[in-house]
Nanobody, 123 residues
Framework: VQLVESGGGSVQAGGSLRLSCIAS????????MVWYRQVPGKEREGVAS????????KYADSVKGRFIISQDKSKNTLYLQMNSLRPEDTAEYSC?????????????????WGQGTQVTVSS
């Protein structure tokens, strides 16, 4: 499975961006889709996840109430709507497919990764 992200860019604090992640093939309903982010020198952080089967979602505390993860299964596409962006949201954002979402661990271990897209929020 190949995953390709788009939608990153530069925005001022308080602004919004929507990231997209297109899969090269249908992702099985036993998996979940996850957005991660990473800043150089820091650990990768799980941002949000969505179950393929029932659209149930989970968010990191740092983005709750500001970010929304969603999916369009007919288009094999995952989204991350990011609102009220803050400078601390600056990172490379990557999407992934995971078989680990039922384990209870956060962030879940990814099986397939996208190449990442940079988001930069200026104050």
């Amino acid at each position: 499975v190949q995953l390709v992200e788009s939608g990153g860019g530069s925005v001022q604090a308080g602004g919004s961006l929507r990231l997209s992640c297109i899969a090269s093939e249908y992702i099985h309903d036993s998996l979940c889709m996850v957005w991660y982010r990473q800043v150089p020198g820091k650990e990768r952080e799980g941002v949000a996840s969505i179950m393929r089967s029932d659209d149930s979602t989970k968010y990191a505390d740092s983005v709750k109430g500001r970010f929304i993860i969603s999916q369009d299964k007919s288009k094999n596409t995952l989204y991350l709507q990011m609102n009220s962006l803050r400078p601390e949201d600056t990172a490379e954002y990557s999407c992934a497919a995971s078989s680990d979402c039922y384990s209870g661990y956060w962030p879940p271990r990814a099986d397939y990764w996208g190449q990442g897209t940079q988001v930069t929020v200026s104050s």
